[in-house]
């Protein structure tokens, strides 16, 4: 994905929903072995942040994933396919929804465990300040790793060697069925963060603009020299924790309000047919290509073949012991 | 025409049994109405109708074993045959 201009912000979103509402009813179905994690409602986090980065910057995720790793630039078909863990899929069908990655194109993956894509960028952090690269690396991490020790430390690290990195928050508000506001001491994070002595936010993450902005100005800094920024990014998840979850921890007028006053697609669309930056014909058209990319995707995933048994072993290891 | 089938809702989930049909083929069916209870290894759960029309017929019977995915009855729309 080239962010070449503010439509294509407004598509990158459009394919994340597209694919993640499709996903989800495959998921139903059977189809994705492993579950997921559905990231509807929390597309302008992953566009706003991937946005305002180089292609060579770097990024670790966590168990909900596929907006980051959409937004980074990986295809809709290499990403269908890993989730129906086919051998065209970004991770050879090993890692299914939760284990997207590739070191090559700077993402480090997603991972199963809170909190660790902290630590994991926080050492990528650490080469790039080694190498003396122009680059950034970005630990995202949900509301449930604002409690959990590595986030802290991984941060402190990152302060006292002024470390390229950023932190962001893909705050959605729930922990699985957990309330943020009910678990986090002070509950005021950038406050909380920013006692370990780095630029500290509490933003709006339904707007990709002010995301975008923020994300652009800590890389700035980051690249100058200057350090480590923290990030909460705001924002709400209208799925389960896991697809087929029976949620009974939130009202559904508390989901409504977010979907149907909140949605960051949706205002940004408002506000490009405002401006004048995009035609109604635009939105129509883009919408179309939207759709048919995903189709595209499902029927590639569905023909792609299972690995086969003969690279059972490859990429269990580095191959520099000598080991295959 | 709508697909009623037994979803998958964990990790390790095969299949579900069948326990109770609540409508009968051929009864009008409203979105939201409970078309059958289904049991899982952990909880039981009711399958509504995401759409109206008449319900089609029954594809498997009370203590059936149902494969994850598969379509227990349809919800068919005016005019529509199954």
Redesign the interface.
Known sequence: MAYTDLQSLLREMLVIREFEETADKL??????P??MHNSSGQEAVAVGVMSALAADDVIATTHRSHHHTLAKGFTPNEIMAELFTKATGVSKGRGASMHLGDFKRGHFGGNGIVGAGVGIAMGAAMGIHQRGDKNVSVGFVGDGGLNTGRTWESLNMAVIYKLPFILVVDNNQYAVETFVGRVTGGNDPAKRASGFGLPSFNIDGNDVLEVQKYTAEARERAVAGEGPTFINALTYRYNGHN????GQYRTQEEIADWREHKDPIDRFTAYLLSTGDMSQADLDSMKASVHAEIEAAVAFAESSPEPDLSTLTDGVDSGLLGAK | MEEVFVPALGMAMDNAVLLEWLKNPGDPVAAGDVIAVIETDKTTLDLTAETGGVLGKHRYQPNDEVPVGNTISVVLAPGEVE
């Open positions: 998921t139903l179905r059977g189809k994705v492993g579950g697809v087929g979850e029976r």
